[in-house]
């Protein structure tokens, strides 16, 4: 009996098992199924990357990230605009700025 896994994977990821002697059992997820499982993804691999903060799960961030992009039919030029007009708006994260707490005059 192998291991159970109950996860999205990469695409190659079922050729890699075969080569490897297992024989993986897969289904094709519904695009809900599918969104849901990006976001689950998106949580375990910022959590690998919160543990060990290795650059590799970055890459991890990404791919999923333009996943995502891809289903929301979001295009990259899109969603850097997006970010552009924040960094415009509230700033990005290069003054290392951490806020307290607020005080009220």
């Known amino acids: 009996m192998g291991k159970v896994y109950n996860k999205l994977v990469r695409d190659n990821i079922p050729e890699i098992m075969i080569n490897?002697?297992?024989?993986?059992?897969?289904?094709?997820?519904?695009?809900?199924?599918?969104i849901d499982e990006l976001s689950k993804?998106?949580?375990?691999?910022?959590?690998e990357f919160l543990e060990d903060r290795n650059i590799e799960e970055?890459?991890?961030?990404?791919?999923?990230?333009?996943?995502?992009?891809?289903?929301?039919?979001?295009s990259k030029d899109e969603f850097?605009?997006?970010?552009?007009?924040?960094?415009?708006k509230r700033g990005a994260f290069e003054r290392?700025?951490?806020?307290?707490?607020?005080?009220?005059?």
């Open 58 to 74: 970055l890459a991890d961030i990404e791919e999923i990230l333009l996943a995502i992009l891809k289903y929301k039919k979001c």
């Open 96 to 105: 290392k700025i951490f806020l307290v707490k607020e005080e009220w005059l």
């Open 20 to 34: 490897n002697g297992a024989k993986p059992v897969t289904r094709i997820l519904s695009d809900e199924e599918y």
């Open 80 to 88: 850097e605009q997006i970010r552009l007009q924040k960094v415009i």
């Open 41 to 47: 993804k998106l949580l375990e691999e910022v959590n």
